[in-house]
């Protein structure tokens, strides 16, 4: 039943996103406003890592079959892209190379804050051990 509670808030923040993306205006697809609301939830611990540990870990586990769709769709598409490769492989891979760039600053500037704020609150006296 667990495996359902967790599967259940999961695809809540996925409808979530997707209600956020027929009102808001921006060319944002729909899971990134999900993905979004679920990370804002767990920073703000609205939400524990522990509500959706195992459902998360299965659907990460599974990601790489999700890919496959999108691959065979390439191949389908190969006479349409065949003349502009080189321009599909160059935004291929600055977006790839931009997005893990600002992903680790990203992470970089969280990790900062959480040691900064532990060694003031260790410094007004308080454990958090």
Partial sequence: MRYVI???IIICFSFAGELL???LPFPIPASI?????LFSALELRLLKVEHIREV???LIISMPVM????AVGLVNSWE????NWHEYLLITF????LVMAIAGWTTQIIIWRRRRNRQKNDGNGKNNA
């Fill in 6 to 8: 967790q599967l259940f």
């Fill in 21 to 23: 993306h027929r009102v």
């Fill in 33 to 37: 406003y999900g993905i979004i609301l």
């Fill in 56 to 58: 998360s870990t299965t």
């Fill in 67 to 70: 890919f496959v769709p999108p």
């Fill in 80 to 83: 349409d892209i065949r003349h």
């Fill in 94 to 97: 600055t977006s790839t190379f």
